[in-house]
């Protein structure tokens, strides 16, 4: 497969010039049988056309219209010719804007039926990671501008099915209000790091504006009550909501997410100290969400530490769009490495330089090695792991191996030099 060498220059144009040779093009490469029109960082859209034995791609920066309004715009001119079906066409638009609120790349894909010439194209959108947000932006397509907060509840009016999992009214009062100033801590952690850090702008509106509190459902695992703010207290009981969402919820195939994610506070303190991702159930509305789980271990970690891993957590969910297992296949393992990365880039913001050199450390160190380290840990010596340390303020030992072994995997990342190469030293890592 050879991709046109030239063609992949960025070029500059207006949304006219960019349509007419959309369409020009497309019409001349009548062996097409992929087509790719993809949102690419800073403003950017890639354009491919598959061919067997041939792929050309061309990149384009449209200088006087937003990229997405483009790219969708892009969709009409094609539909007539390619052609596509009404459905298809209409369906595209919702997709990719779905994509977009969880902050990655859409990409749509475009490609030519098996069956008799004339017949719709069949068409999908594909989330990548990256960030899809530019100036450019129009106001519609922009970072999702907060319009209130998801944690701003009335606590004195509490839906029957959230009261019932207290002896009284006062004790969910009591514990309810704990839980959201667990969440606004973390929240406002997450906040201080991705301050300023373009890569973490989405992530960082996901978390504002997506967000809603949650509380777990006791002796069921998998199972919450979620509370929206400004809603009316919804007055059924729990055993009404359950039977509401058996039926609701079919067991087995790809259920989709609600847009809607869930902050689970644990006011016990406990031992666990890093937030974690995982699918639930969601009894308020009957249809299955994501879960960020926040602990009140009883060491706490560093504020900038509970940032970074928050936004890498929230990061995980965005990337989750159905309920089900995600297949372990090269795409997975291409995301799991973007993941990475996005980890690495606020590592690099906030802990600077004292990062860097211990990435430097443990690259010199697989250099000299030729190979993975046995002793990873023996690497730092006391001056690094002294300056790593104060770069987030101070740490423990536990969590100073934890950034420790973030950057030992940022050194083979460095090492192999190639995203593709890290995600396949991932799944082989993985087992």
């Given at each position: 497969?050879?991709?046109?060498?030239?063609?992949?220059?960025?070029?500059?144009?207006?949304?006219?010039?960019?349509?007419?040779?959309?369409?020009?093009?497309?019409?001349?490469?009548?062996?097409?049988?992929?087509?790719?029109?993809?949102?690419?960082?800073?403003?950017?859209?890639?354009?491919?056309?598959?061919?067997?034995?041939?792929?050309?791609?061309?990149?384009?920066?449209?200088?006087?219209?937003?990229?997405?309004?483009?790219?969708?715009?892009?969709?009409?001119?094609?539909?007539?010719?390619?052609?596509?079906?009404?459905?298809?066409?209409?369906?595209?638009?919702?997709?990719?804007?779905?994509?977009?609120?969880?902050?990655?790349l859409p990409h749509l894909a475009f490609?030519?039926?098996?069956?008799?010439?004339?017949?719709?194209?069949?068409?999908?959108?594909?989330?990548?990671?990256?960030?899809?947000?530019?100036?450019?932006?129009?106001?519609?397509?922009?970072?999702?501008?907060?319009?209130?907060?998801?944690?701003?509840?009335?606590?004195?009016?509490?839906?029957?099915?959230?009261?019932?999992?207290?002896?009284?009214?006062?004790?969910?009062?009591?514990?309810?209000?704990?839980?959201?100033?667990?969440?606004?801590?973390?929240?406002?952690?997450?906040?201080?790091?991705?301050?300023?850090?373009?890569?973490?702008?989405?992530?960082?509106?996901?978390?504002?504006?997506?967000?809603?509190?949650?509380?777990?459902?006791?002796?069921?695992?998998?199972?919450?009550?979620?509370?929206?703010?400004?809603?009316?207290?919804?007055?059924?009981?729990?055993?009404?909501?359950?039977?509401?969402?058996?039926?609701?919820?079919?067991?087995?195939?790809?259920?989709?997410?609600?847009?809607?994610?869930?902050?689970?506070?644990?006011?016990?303190?406990?031992?666990?100290?890093?937030?974690?991702?995982?699918?639930?159930?969601?009894?308020?509305?009957?249809?299955?969400?994501?879960?960020?789980?926040?602990?009140?271990?009883?060491?706490?970690?560093?504020?900038?530490?509970?940032?970074?891993?928050?936004?890498?957590?929230?990061?995980?969910?965005?990337?989750?769009?159905?309920?089900?297992?995600?297949v372990r296949d090269a795409a997975y393992?291409?995301?799991?490495?973007?993941?990475?990365?996005?980890?690495?880039?606020?590592?690099?913001?906030?802990?600077?330089?004292?990062?860097?050199?211990?990435?430097?450390?443990?690259?010199?160190?697989?250099?000299?090695?030729?190979?993975?380290?046995?002793?990873?840990?023996?690497?730092?010596?006391?001056?690094?792991?002294?300056?790593?340390?104060?770069?987030?303020?101070?740490?423990?030992?536990?969590?100073?191996?934890?950034?420790?072994?973030?950057?030992?995997?940022?050194?083979?990342?460095?090492?192999?030099?190639?995203?593709?190469?890290?995600?396949?030293?991932?799944?082989?890592?993985?087992?």
């Amino acid at each position: 497969m050879t991709t046109g060498g030239s063609e992949a220059d960025l070029r500059t144009v207006t949304e006219r010039e960019f349509l007419d040779e959309l369409v020009a093009v497309t019409r001349e490469r009548v062996a097409t049988q992929f087509l790719y029109l993809m949102a690419q960082d800073d403003a950017v859209i890639g354009v491919q056309w598959e061919q067997p034995g041939v792929d050309h791609l061309r990149r384009y920066q449209v200088r006087d219209a937003c990229p997405h309004c483009v790219v969708l715009d892009a969709v009409v001119a094609l539909a007539p010719m390619l052609p596509l079906d009404v459905l298809r066409a209409a369906r595209t638009g919702p997709q990719y804007e779905t994509v977009l609120r969880t902050g990655r790349l859409p990409h749509l894909a475009f490609a030519r039926p098996a069956g008799p010439p004339g017949a719709s194209w069949l068409g999908d959108c594909h989330a990548v990671d990256g960030d899809p947000h530019s100036a450019a932006d129009c106001p519609r397509h922009a970072v999702p501008r907060p319009t209130g907060d998801p944690l701003e509840l009335r606590l004195g009016s509490l839906p029957r099915a959230v009261r019932e999992l207290y002896p009284h009214d006062d004790a969910a009062t009591a514990d309810l209000a704990q839980r959201l100033r667990i969440a606004q801590d973390w929240r406002a952690d997450a906040q201080a790091v991705a301050s300023g850090i373009r890569e973490a702008a989405a992530t960082w509106a996901f978390l504002r504006t997506s967000c809603v509190l949650g509380v777990p459902v006791p002796g069921v695992n998998g199972l919450v009550l979620t509370l929206p703010p400004g809603q009316a207290p919804d007055d059924r009981p729990l055993a009404e909501l359950h039977a509401a969402t058996v039926r609701a919820v079919p067991t087995g195939g790809q259920l989709p997410y609600q847009e809607r994610a869930c902050l689970l506070p644990e006011p016990t303190p406990g031992t666990h100290r890093m937030p974690a991702y995982a699918g639930a159930v969601d009894l308020t509305a009957a249809a299955p969400v994501r879960t960020l789980r926040l602990p009140s271990p009883r060491r706490p970690l560093s504020t900038t530490g509970r940032g970074v891993l928050l936004l890498y957590e929230a990061r995980h969910a965005m990337g989750r769009h159905f309920a089900s297992a995600p297949v372990r296949d090269a795409a997975y393992w291409d995301s799991e490495a973007a993941l990475n990365v996005f980890e690495f880039t606020l590592l690099e913001r906030v802990a600077g330089q004292h990062y860097q050199e211990a990435v430097a450390a443990y690259l010199q160190a697989l250099r000299r090695e030729g190979d993975l380290l046995a002793r990873p840990h023996k690497v730092l010596d006391r001056r690094r792991r002294k300056a790593l340390s104060l770069a987030f303020g101070g740490l423990d030992d536990e969590e100073l191996h934890l950034w420790a072994s973030v950057a030992y995997r940022n050194a083979i990342l460095e090492l192999l030099g190639d995203l593709k190469a890290f995600a396949l030293h991932l799944r082989i890592q993985a087992g």
